[in-house]
């Protein structure tokens, strides 16, 4: 039975041992491997970067003066199948941890062994030169072991002599006088060479001044010639234009004239063909539609005169019998009415006043209807004063009724009363 192993691109996997005895070692970067229970053994090395902070204190330099340097370098194991191999035998099974403190003991004696051949200028002015001369001597040691010196840089040189403060003091005080020197003379040679430069620049601008004010001159001369010339061409310019307008004017009225007098022309024989035109049409459209229509009312004329006589004949013998019959008529009615009334005046005359007061007691009903006709109309009669008021307005009444009835038929109800037997007048 077995168990696979994988790795990643920073990670090596070292197999060593397998069935039937076999001794040989496998590196295996970025894959798997297989590996037996009991008989394979399987181990795991970092390739990662690691940074190491060497430093060397209180190191005494070529002159005798202790300085401490601290560093910065970046390391990590190779991939070559040799070199990791390598690797592999000093580094296997050792931490992380131990391998940075082993690598970082290798570039401590080293820094410490080149430090003590050099000066201090030496080591404090070019630090990059110290950086490059520790990496180019540590690298083959370090390399045996299958490490490789990605950077190696110096971080911070200082010593506690005060060493590095006098050599700066010193060196700044050189400086500084220096500076002052060459500041003096700066600003000596920049005084003469402003002056000179003023000079010479007074110079130019004055002769630029003067070639300035002659270049106006001319340039004016030369404008006030340039001007009247232009203004010379301008006007005989402008005089052409308008003698050349005057005259495209002169032939575009020409032209004009000329499309007006056939215009002209084609309108007069426009005019008389439409005239032409307008006599047919009417022709077609009034004349002859108006003779037919004359025709047509001529003819309808003479019918209806036809119809007109012959129903006036018709009518008037129509009317002439109906005379005749309402005349019969009227003399039959005449006699009948002339009868009715001989025998109502015999009646009369053999009943006197018993006839008489007969037709006036049934004409009274309709008397009170013809009275009471306009009262109907009345939706609410309203009596004002006591009931003896009252009671006097009715009696009053009563006795205006006589008079009026009289007045309306002849006949004096109070003495045709009074012949009734039994009745009080």
């Known amino acids: 039975m077995g168990n696979i192993h994988t790795t990643g691109p920073n990670e090596a996997l070292i197999v060593s041992g397998g069935c039937c005895g076999s001794t040989k070692k496998r590196t295996i970067v970025g894959g798997w491997a297989w590996a037996w229970w009991l008989v394979t053994d399987v181990q795991r090395l970092s390739l990662n970067v690691m940074t190491l902070n060497p430093m060397c204190e209180n190191v005494e330099t070529a002159q005798g003066v202790p300085l401490t340097v601290t560093g910065v370098a970046q ?12 690797a592999s035998e000093q580094f296997l099974g050792k931490s992380v941890k131990e391998i940075k403190q082993t690598i970082l003991q290798t570039l401590e004696g080293h820094l410490r062994a080149i430090l003590g051949t050099l000066t201090v200028e030496e080591v404090y002015k070019d630090r990059d030169q110290f950086a490059a001369l520790v990496r180019e001597v540590a690298a083959p040691d370090v390399g045996r072991m299958g490490i490789e010196i990605l950077s190696f840089t110096i971080k911070d040189v200082y010593d506690d002599v005060q060493y590095l403060a006098s050599l700066g003091k010193a060196q700044t005080a050189v ?133 007109t006589i012959e129903g006036a004949r018709a009518e008037a013998e129509r009317i002439r019998k109906i005379g005749a019959a309402e005349a019969h008529a009227i003399e039959l009615v005449g006699k009948a009415e002339a009868e009715r009334m001989r025998m109502k005046a015999h009646v009369y005359k053999q009943y006197g006043d018993a006839a008489i007061m007969s037709i006036v007691l049934e004409s009274l009903p309709k008397i009170a209807a013809e009275v009471a006709a306009p009262l109907a109309k009345t939706e609410e009669i309203v009596l004002i004063g006591g009931n003896d008021n009252v009671t006097n307005d009715v009696t009053r009444l009563v006795a205006q009724l006589p008079p009026s009835i009289n007045a309306l038929t002849g006949v004096d109800l109070s003495k045709v009363l009074a012949k009734i037997p039994g009745a009080k007048a």
């Open 175 to 307: 400086v500084k006088r220096d500076a002052d020197a060459g500041v003096a003379e700066a600003n000596r040679d920049a005084g003469i060479r402003e002056a000179e430069c003023e000079k010479s620049a007074m110079d130019v601008k004055y002769s630029t001044d003067t070639k300035i004010e002659d270049n106006t001159r001319m340039y004016k001369l030369q404008k006030a010639n340039f001007d009247q010339e232009i203004n010379t061409a301008k006007a005989e310019s402008q005089l052409a234009y308008e003698l050349q307008a005057a005259k495209i004017r002169q032939r575009i009225r020409n032209e004009e004239i000329q499309i007006e007098v056939v215009e002209r022309r084609k309108q007069i024989e426009i005019e008389s063909q439409e005239v032409q035109r307008k006599d047919k049409e009417l022709t077609g459209t009034v004349k002859l539609p108006a003779e037919a229509e004359a025709f047509r009312l001529q003819t309808l004329a003479q019918g209806k005169q036809c119809q």
């Open 75 to 86: 390391c990590k194991i190779m991939k070559a199948d040799e070199l990791l191999g390598t």
